[in-house]
T-cell receptor, first 113, second 109 residues
């Protein structure tokens, strides 16, 4: 079955540490996205990538970094510069060709202690 | 400016009741998604719609493209349906999804 994998489901880190969240898809989708969810708010775009080796900042990119070295993978690094990293993080992908299929991952809940 | 508006924000129902959650959006879209998020849990995709109606078990999703409106219905609601339901749209143009703030549903036994 094709889909998006985000691991782990829950992640705990100490303040001041960088942490990388995994997002993998086997859908052959070109576009991938990272969103952040805070209590009582809608999901907000952090970064997106439309093609390998290219990515763009979203609305709340400060304190985050990404890479897109492979089509299947779009890892998000939450750096120590992110002031409030505790949140739920969601990865999504989209294939604009043909049927325009779109998928969402299950998400990762990050808690910084 | 919110491209996606959901109502109600919170909803409490008795077990067995018929439930409707609404979603309105302001942009042209290629598809609309209904997502479910349990407390402390991850996201589960329920439906992806571009027209008409879809049914899965006790869940029914409809969309009216002309009116830019979608509804999610739950028939014979059950306490295990208690979750946050999120509407998301993928615009025809642009490079992101837009999400509603979610509807928090509590079904009481």
């Amino acid at each position: 079955d094709g889909g998006i994998t985000q691991s782990p489901k829950y992640l705990f880190r100490k303040e001041g540490q960088n942490v990388t969240l995994s997002c993998e898809q086997n859908l052959n989708h070109d576009a991938m996205y990272w969103y952040r969810q805070d209590p009582g708010q809608g999901l907000r775009l952090i970064y997106y990538s439309q093609i390998v080796n290219d990515f763009q900042k979203g609305d709340i990119a400060e304190g985050y970094s990404v890479s897109r070295e492979k089509k299947e993978s779009f890892p998000l690094t939450v750096t120590s510069a992110q002031k409030n990293p505790t949140a739920f993080y969601l990865c999504a992908s989209r294939d604009f060709r043909g049927a325009d299929t779109q998928y969402f991952g299950p998400g990762t809940r990050l808690t910084v202690l | 400016k919110n491209e996606v508006e959901q109502s109600p924000q919170n909803l409490t129902a008795q077990e067995g009741e018929f439930i409707t959650i609404n979603c309105s959006y302001s942009v042209g879209i290629s598809a609309l998604h209904w997502l479910q998020q349990h407390p402390g849990g991850g996201i589960v995709s329920l439906f992806m719609l571009s027209s008409g109606k879809k049914k899965h078990g006790r869940l029914i999703a409809t969309i009216n493209i002309q009116e830019k409106h979608s509804s999610l219905h739950i028939t014979a609601s059950h306490p295990r349906d208690s979750a946050v339901y999120i509407c998301a749209v993928s615009p025809n143009t642009g490079n992101q999804f837009y999400f509603g703030t979610g509807t928090s549903l509590t079904v009481i036994p």
